[in-house]
């Protein structure tokens, strides 16, 4: 059984950072693609980031790039998103997911996690 869980969520303010975690297992996570999804109230998911199976290529959503950082630690089984600089539009559910190909489409995950929330406070 797959399962993806998500930490590291947290309410904070303005300017502040957080790392989110997912932490995988029931699959061989180190073959596998990993992204960032977001999703806020009223709103459709939308793509935050995602990273190859080997951590050499990654990708961003025009709206954090040089602010959020994602890599992965295979060894842990573990994909991270550090998130500085928040600001009060990044305010959402995180959700990490794993697909078959490194994609920003929500359509193409084959699992997610739970997700967790991240509050940035003005």
């Known amino acids: 059984q797959v399962q993806l869980i998500e930490s590291g969520g947290g309410l904070v303010q303005a300017g502040g950072s957080l790392r989110l975690s997912c932490a995988a297992s029931?699959?061989?996570?180190?073959?596998?693609?990993v992204g960032w999804f977001r999703q806020a109230p009223g709103k459709d998911r939308e793509f935050v980031a995602s990273?190859?199976?080997?951590?050499?290529?990654?990708y961003y959503t025009d709206s954090v790039k040089g602010r959020f950082t994602i890599s992965r630690d295979n060894a842990k089984n573990t994909v991270y998103l550090q998130m500085n600089s928040l600001k009060p539009e990044d305010t959402a559910v995180y959700y990490c997911?794993?697909?078959?190909?490194?994609?920003?489409?929500?359509?193409?995950?084959?699992?997610w996690g739970q997700g967790t929330q991240v509050t940035v406070s003005s």
């Open positions: 990273i190859n199976w080997s951590g050499s290529t990654t």
């Open positions: 997911a794993v697909s078959s190909v490194q994609s920003r489409r929500p359509g193409d995950a084959a699992y």
């Open positions: 029931g699959l061989t996570f180190r073959t596998y693609p």
